[in-house]
């Protein structure tokens, strides 16, 4: 079974940054796809930057420009660095990573979230 665990969250003033971080647990074979979703108060769970193996990096357009999402390939990590941050940025922020472990299974990963509060 693979585990995420993100860590960075916190609150943070608006125009400030913060640096997310997603380390991953497990028989991990390879890793396909690593990404950040987040999702606030009454609304529904959204993608805001993923970093494919074999493809560019996206970013939802609310966060494009602001935002830099990167992987440490041998350590199965991957970041978000976010900038300029805006109150509409706040919410809880979740890592999810697909691929296959060592058994050839396939997996599908979500960490717990990190909370993330832009607030003067």
């Known amino acids: 079974q693979v585990q995420l665990a993100e860590s960075g969250g916190g609150l943070v003033q608006p125009g400030g940054s913060l640096r997310l971080s997603c380390a991953t647990s497990?028989?991990?074979?390879?890793?396909?796809?690593m990404g950040w979703f987040r999702q606030a108060p009454g609304k529904q769970r959204e993608l805001v930057a993923a970093a494919p193996s074999s493809s560019n990096p996206y970013y939802a357009a609310s966060v494009k420009g602001r935002s830099t999402i990167s992987r440490d390939y041998a350590r199965n990590t991957v970041f978000l660095q976010m900038d300029s941050l805006k109150p509409e940025d706040t919410a809880v922020y979740y890592c999810?990573?697909?691929?296959?472990?060592?058994?050839?299974?396939?997996?599908?990963?979500w960490g717990q979230g990190t909370q993330v509060t832009v607030s003067s």
């Open positions: 497990g028989s991990i074979f390879n890793i396909t796809f």
């Open positions: 999810n990573a697909v691929g296959t472990v060592i058994a050839g299974t396939p997996f599908n990963s």
